[in-house]
């Protein structure tokens, strides 16, 4: 009925990080954090639109949780000629439940049943991500990261729902395994 409550959820948000100093100039970072996520972008397309749909979390689409384990190792690097240099490398695991995905052929738009057409999976992701910093220098400064990351999709049929890709684990729609980035800052004068 009218202002009758559908659906309630809630939950814990823990975060824990540690930061050990091995060196005056060096440290070993280890992370944990949970989130919870309560509304959901739908859109079948890989570009954001204008008709993308958000969906609140209700009896049928579960709230996303997550659950990320990091460790990393820093090292600065002092140049007293060339400026200061910062390098990490960083591992990170991540764990999904309740992750939204599509039946084929999905019709998000103007369906009012819009959850008969999403499936519930279970996903997760990893990675490695090195990096050189210049933070500071006389004219020049910038960043160059690798990163390897993956992340995957499981959608198993139940009864209420059907599975995707045979019950088989899939690539996610954003999973990009290899990107490299370079930023070059320099003051001409």
């Not at 910038?142 to 990163?147: E, K, L, N």
Request: no cysteine; proline share 4%; net charge neutral.
């Amino acid at each position: 009925g009218s202002s009758d409550l559908i659906q309630s959820y809630g939950g814990l948000e823990p975060r824990f990080s540690l930061s050990y100093k091995l060196a005056e100039l060096s440290s070993i970072k280890l992370g944990y954090n949970r989130m919870r996520q309560y509304m959901h972008l739908l859109s079948n397309t890989m570009a954001i639109s204008p008709v993308d749909i958000w969906k609140f979390s209700d009896q049928y689409v579960k709230p996303q949780v997550v659950d990320q384990f990091s460790l990393g190792v820093f090292k600065n690097l002092e140049l007293d000629t060339k400026g200061s240099f910062e390098t990490s490398i960083e591992a990170y695991y991540k764990t999904y439940q309740n992750v939204i995905d599509y039946v084929d052929a999905a019709n998000l738009y103007l369906n009012p049943t819009v959850e008969t057409e999403l499936l519930n999976a279970q996903g997760r992701s990893y990675g490695v991500e090195l990096m050189v910093k210049k933070s500071r220098g006389v004219r020049t400064t910038g960043w160059i990261s690798y990163a390897y990351a993956r992340s995957f999709r499981l959608a198993l049929p139940n009864e209420e729902q059907i599975g995707a890709n045979f019950g088989k684990e899939f690539p996610a729609n954003f999973d990009i395994p290899h990107s490299l980035k370079f930023v070059l800052n320099h003051r001409l004068n």
